[in-house]
């Protein structure tokens, strides 16, 4: 009878070690599926794109405002009414986290014959899309054949990047 | 006797649970291993059709496009003849093929006729052939193809549609 307690009090560490042995295989497993952040980035980079390509070319057309307007040049996120703004976290406000490049050529005489270039945003953010790795922002190329008022076909090219590694890679 | 028996049925008892610990630990450990390998990738939303709209942008362009030949739009032509005639199937190939094709994101392009939602498409001259893919997305020969597509109906009869096959990567 006493040996029999004995063995249910050893019986009993065992189970709940076996508890927590499985606690802890089922907190590994949650934290190695949802551990990582979501990178929404490539999302974000594609909607700058598709905004940008509407303030462009509206329904097919290219907008002829646009081109005439001299901030398209230099400050695309104004022209084009994008919200730029970041959060205040890991100095993201120090250090833009976007780059919009629009560039429109000749259709017919090829992507060589630009006519019109705007940009805005980090510059150096540019460089990276050239280079393959981790932690890197993410570029997005679109682009698309519109018509002008005036008559002409164009090629339009638009570059979308954003940055915020911080956030998104882990 | 009454000891003996006893202690047999306290190994048994202590046998049992240090199996029963091993398979316990064995099929943590499997779970382990096909959580990791399935769900610890890095997790990235967006990428697929993001560029439908984009596409539609160039469809509405060509639409809108006019012919220095006759003078009349691109869709006016489309609308009256129901096919590409030179002109218009020259530029679409132009267009489509030259633009997306040329970008490396898609393996083909096709543009061309359908007659209601449900009817096959039909062949032309401007565009190899059509895509092999059910509406749904479906491939009847690759599984894993997906493509992006933008229809637009252009008389009572037919549609026009262009399609982009995503390389498999």
């Known amino acids: 009878m006493r040996n029999r307690k004995g063995t249910d009090k050893i019986l009993a560490v065992y189970w709940f070690a076996i508890l927590f042995i499985v ?19 490539e999302m974000e980079a594609s909607l700058l794109a598709d905004k940008v390509a509407d303030c462009v070319a509206y329904g097919g057309i290219l907008d002829e405002s646009f081109l005439t307007n001299e901030n398209s040049k230099e400050n695309l996120f104004v022209v084009c009414g994008i919200n730029s703004e970041v959060e205040d976290t890991y100095g993201w406000r120090e250090q833009e986290q976007y780059y919009l490049e629009v560039t429109i050529s000749d259709f017919k005489a090829g992507p060589g014959s630009i006519y019109f ?18 932690g890197l922002p993410v570029c997005v190329n679109r682009q698309f054949y519109t018509y002008g008022e005036k008559g002409g076909s164009s090629l339009v090219k638009i570059l979308s990047i954003v940055k915020k590694t911080d956030k998104n890679v882990r | ?33 096909i959580v990791s390998v399935l769900g610890g990738k890095e997790r990235e939303i967006g990428g697929e059709g993001e560029g439908e709209r984009i596409l539609g942008k160039s469809l509405l362009g060509y639409f809108g496009t006019e012919d220095k030949n006759s ?12 096919a590409f005639n030179p002109s218009t ?19 083909g392009v096709w543009a061309g006729f ?4 449900f009817q096959p498409y039909e062949s032309n ?3 190899e052939r059509r895509i092999s893919t059910n509406r749904d997305g479906k491939s009847i020969f ?3 193809l997906k493509y992006i597509s933008e229809s637009v109906n252009i008389n009572k009869e037919k549609g026009m549609e262009v399609r982009l096959i995503e390389k498999v990567k």
């Open chain 1, 23 to 41: 606690a802890a295989g089922i907190i590994y497993m949650t934290l190695l599926v949802y551990g990582k952040p979501f990178d929404v980035r």
């Open chain 2, 1 to 33: 006797m009454l000891d003996e028996k006893n202690m047999r049925g306290q190994v048994g008892e202590t046998m049992t649970w240090m199996v029963g610990t091993i398979v316990i630990i064995v099929i943590l450990l499997v779970s382990i291993f």
């Open chain 2, 142 to 144: 690759h599984t894993n």
């Open chain 2, 114 to 117: 359908f007659e209601g939602w």
């Open chain 1, 117 to 134: 270039s705007g940009r805005d945003g980090n510059l150096n953010l540019k460089d990276d899309c050239t280079i393959k790795g981790e």
């Open chain 2, 71 to 82: 003078g009349e739009l691109i869709y006016t032509q489309l609308e009256k003849e129901g």
């Open chain 2, 89 to 107: 199937g020259k530029l679409a190939q132009d267009v489509f093929e030259g633009i997306y094709h040329n970008t490396g994101l898609y393996s």
């Open chain 2, 125 to 127: 001259d401007y565009f």
